[in-house]
Nanobody, 117 residues
């Protein structure tokens, strides 16, 4: 099994910054990609940013230039630095890992990010 533990998130004013962290653990952990998704009520979960084992990085168009994803392979950790936050960034953010064994998907518990004045 693989476990993901998220931290960070909270309430921030427009234009502010937040940093999300996620640490993965488990005896069967063999990461293909790590990333972040977000979801608002009534909408599907959407990709925010993803970092793959071959070092390719993908961002949603809406966050390009404002968000930065990084990984610490030694710690199986992924981070999301969010700058110039906007009210439309308000959502529950989920850490995601695609594991090589069985190509299994794992999700964090979710952390709320609220951007409001």
């Amino acid at each position: 099994q693989v476990q993901l533990v998220e931290s960070g998130g909270g309430l921030v004013q427009p234009g502010g910054s937040l940093r999300l962290s996620c640490a993965a653990s488990g005896s069967r952990l063999n990461v293909v990609s790590m990333g972040w998704y977000r979801q608002t009520p009534g909408k599907e979960r959407e990709l925010v940013a993803r970092h793959t084992i071959d070092r390719s990085v993908d961002y949603a168009d809406s966050v390009k230039g404002r968000f930065t994803i990084s990984v610490n392979k030694a710690r199986n950790a992924v981070y999301l630095e969010m700058n110039n936050l906007k009210p439309e960034d308000t959502a529950v953010y989920y850490c995601h890992v695609l594991n090589r064994i069985g190509l299994s998907h794992y999700w964090g518990q979710g952390t709320q990010v609220t951007v409001s004045s």
